[in-house]
């Protein structure tokens, strides 16, 4: 591609620069797909990709994926068309190590489980990343650079105990997510060109057209950048196969979910449920799924994992 237009601003070196660069997308749904779209734009040389699902009939008013894409692993459509290096994994502990040869990492996820897995790994290994997370008709970015600024584990310490709200229940605006990976990318040029990043969270608000910057400072306690506790590098989220076939997920970290909250968001979806005070049962598509208090869930008609961790961030958040 000629790139000239970009030579008055970051000049022919600073394209070298990006041309020489490698960078990890993590995620590759609504907001990875976009962050591939305009780092493949951008010039940057090498693209990493991780994802774990599927391109669905849902995904196509919020990604770059059309029609016939329906049914491929998002990481083959990524490489037939912009010629990354796609891995169709989960990220845990165990395969986080595929981040290894990137100089920057950009989140693409929903959920802040595997967040805080990018973080650990990126403070421990002194790489920048930059959190991105959106919902509704906003977005929150986060840039991170390890020894200069707060990390992901200063602005939220721990897993949260309720579930977070996700895309697939609150809602998401198509147009939101480019915005977010626009946003995210111009930050990561930055980054790889040397320019100097404030620790700050950048929040944008389609609906009311706001846009705020609000400094994070650093924590003295932060266990991730100070006291260099990486946790998250060791906690595994349970997957674990029943004996009537199901698939159960136990989070990391112990949930205190509120059932009837739960339950009044799934009828606005127009879900169907049955409620105890113990958990809550309902179906999506050929999946029954049991949400316990505790954030466990069962889900039957589940064949891979990679399913079941799908739908416990699709619900769940985690």
């Not at 997308?25 to 305009?38: D, K, Q, T």
Request: some cysteine.
């Amino acid at each position: 591609m000629d790139f000239s237009r970009h030579f008055p601003i970051i000049g022919i070196e600073g394209q070298r620069k990006l041309s020489e660069s490698t960078v990890g997308v993590v995620g590759a749904g609504a907001l990875g797909s976009w962050e591939v779209y305009f780092l493949h734009k951008l010039g940057v040389g090498k693209i990493v990709v991780v994802d774990r699902d599927f391109v669905d009939d849902s995904d196509l008013p919020r990604t770059i994926y059309t029609k016939e894409d329906i049914g491929k692993p998002k990481v083959e459509v990524l490489k037939e068309r912009f010629g990354v290096e796609g891995y169709f994994e989960d990220l845990n502990p165990a395969t986080i190590g595929i981040l290894e040869k990137v100089d920057l990492i950009i989140d693409g996820t929903d959920n802040i489980y595997t967040r805080q897995i990018i973080n650990d790994y990126a403070v421990k290994n002194n790489k920048p990343w930059i959190y991105v997370g959106v919902l509704s008709t906003y977005g929150n970015i986060m840039p991170i650079i390890p020894g200069k600024t707060a990390c992901f584990r200063c602005f939220m310490p721990k897993l949260p105990e309720r579930p977070m709200p996700t895309c697939a229940v609150a809602g998401i605006m198509s147009y939101v997510p480019s915005l977010a990976a626009s946003i995210a990318v111009g930050l990561a040029a930055k980054i790889l060109l040397g320019e100097e990043i404030k620790s700050e969270l950048i929040f944008f608000d389609t609906k009311t057209l706001e846009f705020e910057r609000v400094e994070v400072p650093r924590r003295e306690d932060c266990p991730a950048c100070v006291k260099r506790e990486f946790t998250f590098l060791e906690k595994h989220m349970k997957i674990e196969r029943l004996c009537d076939g199901s698939i159960q997920v136990t989070p990391p970290e112990k949930m205190n979910v509120n059932l009837e909250d739960l339950a009044g968001r799934l009828e606005k979806l127009g879900i169907e449920y049955f409620k105890t005070s113990q958990f809550l049962q309902f179906e999506d598509d050929e999946y029954e799924i049991l949400i316990f208090k505790s954030g466990r869930m069962v889900i039957r008609g589940a064949e891979e994992e990679r399913e079941a961790k799908n739908l416990f961030a699709r619900y769940l958040g985690g």
